[in-house]
């Protein structure tokens, strides 16, 4: 019998972790992959085992690249770093602890998945402006309000009707059970008000080293008063606050939060001891057009952070900061201009000279399409009308390209 552990796959989401959400009744084998599985059965040994997995799985085991996997591949030829360097690191923490044995096989098919990426509804208090219906019942029914045939050439018209009435309320379909996971991530919707959530914490199985990772859009402190007493059985607590832009471009995003309430919530999580043994702060955010001039000031924002709450213990604090580009292209860098991108890089260069690669590899990686600002622009026109704001007011250069490409 060989002792040897098992051959490295080229990432190990697969065969740990799995994806659900709710409001799409879909599985996948985590958030950045692209193909899906539809949610038939409450059975965890079936959704976890499906078709897709095990196809990606093969992949995997062969050290090969999925086509599933394109957004991972996409940041590493650029360079960056991505969900799949995350999962290596949740390996290893598995394992040095005794979750996972080294010597276990990895297979086509596996046990119940240790780790869990899910979204068990979209119930949010918030409409970011690059959110989806399937994210948030409040983005699903102003697109609602707003369809129409014209309308729908702005939006995305991906979305019956009765997607969207579907979308507009709390409730979508009944998640298997999670009770054995170890590493939990939970986004929503906003998981602080969902009590879909209270209920999957309240039946997991206590283990001295679960962690659990909250994304939060931190709206105000009062918020997280009902999920707190279910946090204490997890050894880590991270929370990831969504940011998009700080002051006026925040508020823009993030509609109807407001930047002060905001603040505040953020020092409570940073100031609770949330968990048995540690809690950690970061901060997400969602690079797009509408709030591209302030990178400079959400760096700022973060590292100041950064430097008030540090201690002997965490001497570099608890407040790092990731950057993803917006999912949808015409919401991008691609409808920026060259000399709006110029500028801002050439600040961060100056200020925090680390993060000006990242930038730069995804604007060299990035043309410019008139055609995508021509859509940007009447989106961004379509939501202003409906929400009454003004985004000319906070970034006039991405409106005055309009009149330097004409779109013939």
């Excluded at 085992?49 to 085991?61: E, P, V």
């Excluded at 999962?87 to 990895?106: H, R, T």
């Excluded at 990178?295 to 201690?311: A, F, G, M, S």
Aim: net charge negative; aromatic share 10%.
């Amino acid at each position: 019998m060989s002792t040897e552990n098992p051959p490295k796959p080229l990432c190990y989401a697969p065969f740990y972790n799995v994806y659900l959400r709710a409001s799409s009744q879909e599985s996948r084998v985590c958030c950045m992959s692209t193909q899906n599985h539809r949610l038939e059965s409450n059975e965890m040994s079936e959704v976890f085992n499906n078709s897709t997995a095990q196809d990606i799985r093969r992949a995997m085991l062969d050290n090969e690249w999925h086509p599933s996997c394109s957004q991972c591949k996409e940041r590493e030829d650029l360079g960056l770093t991505s969900d799949r360097h995350m999962f290596d690191a949740w390996y290893e923490s598995a394992v040095q602890s005794g979750v996972i044995s080294p010597d276990e096989p990895l297979d086509l098919v596996m046990p119940d998945p240790r780790w869990a990426d899910i979204r068990p509804s979209n119930l949010c208090n918030l409409k970011c402006r690059m959110c989806y219906p399937d994210n948030s019942t409040e983005v699903a029914r102003e697109w609602r309000e707003l369809s129409s045939p014209v309308n729908d050439v702005t939006l995305d018209n991906t979305y019956t009707a009765t997607e969207l009435d579907l979308f507009s309320q709390r409730k979508h379909y009944e998640l298997p059970e999670l009770n054995d996971v170890v590493n939990l991530k939970l986004l929503g919707g906003e998981p602080t008000v969902q009590k879909e959530v209270f209920s999957i914490l309240d039946r997991m199985k206590y283990n001295e080293h679960s962690k659990i990772d909250i994304t939060t859009n931190a709206t105000t402190k009062q918020q997280f008063n009902g999920i707190q007493p279910y946090l204490k059985k997890f050894a880590q607590v991270g929370w990831c606050i969504s940011i998009d832009g700080t002051e006026q471009e925040y508020e823009y995003v993030r509609t109807p939060a407001r930047w002060d309430r905001f603040n505040d919530a953020v020092v409570h999580l940073l100031e609770t001891d949330w968990a048995r043994i540690n809690t950690v702060v970061t901060f997400h955010f969602v690079l797009q057009a509408w709030n591209w001039s302030s990178v400079n000031d959400v760096i700022h924002y973060t590292e100041e952070l950064k430097q008030r709450y540090k201690t002997p213990e965490s001497p570099h604090g608890h407040c790092g900061l990731t950057i993803q580009p917006v999912d949808q292209p015409w919401l991008g860098l691609a409808v920026v201009p060259y000399e709006e991108r110029e500028r801002e890089i050439a600040l961060v260069k100056k200020n925090f000279g680390r993060r000006c690669e990242e930038l730069k590899k995804w604007s060299a990686s990035t043309p410019f399409d008139p055609k995508l600002h021509k859509r940007f622009l009447a989106y961004t026109q379509l939501l202003d009308e409906k929400r009454g704001t003004d985004y000319l007011r906070i970034n006039p250069q991405v409106f005055k390209t309009a009149f330097k490409h004409p779109v013939k």
